[in-house]
């Protein structure tokens, strides 16, 4: 069984700031990319960061110099540090990683059970 398991989202004011966790766990081979989605409600979930294996970035625009997303790979866990929030960050942000398991020849998609941020004064 193979879990994703996220942490570090509260309720921060306008301008603060936020780090998400999120680690792999259970029967791995191999990661490779890692990522984290977020979804408010009412609207549908969309890409905010991703970083495959080999270290290569995509943000998505709306976050493009306020987050930042890296991996530790010995711990198999990426993070989202988040600064400058706005309230219209306030979601639920979800981690998804592309893994093989073991004894397995090709990559499935995880997904974890989210972790609620809320950025409000």
């Known amino acids: 069984q193979v879990q994703l398991v996220e942490s570090g989202g509260g309720l921060v004011q306008p301008g603060g700031s936020l780090r998400l966790s999120c680690a792999a766990s259970g029967c791995i081979l191999t990661i490779n990319a890692m990522g984290w989605y977020r979804q408010a409600p009412g609207k549908a979930r969309e890409l905010v960061a991703g970083?495959?294996?080999?270290?290569?970035?995509n943000y998505a625009d709306f976050v493009k110099g306020r987050f930042a997303i890296s991996r530790d790979n010995a711990k198999k866990t990426v993070y989202l540090q988040m600064n400058s929030l706005k309230p219209e960050d306030t979601a639920v942000y979800y981690c998804?990683?592309?893994?093989?398991?073991?004894?397995?020849?090709?990559?499935?998609?995880?997904w974890g059970q989210g972790t609620q941020v809320t950025v409000s004064s």
């Open positions: 998804n990683a592309d893994i093989m398991s073991r004894g397995s020849s090709y990559y499935e998609s995880y």
């Open positions: 970083i495959r294996s080999v270290g290569s970035i």
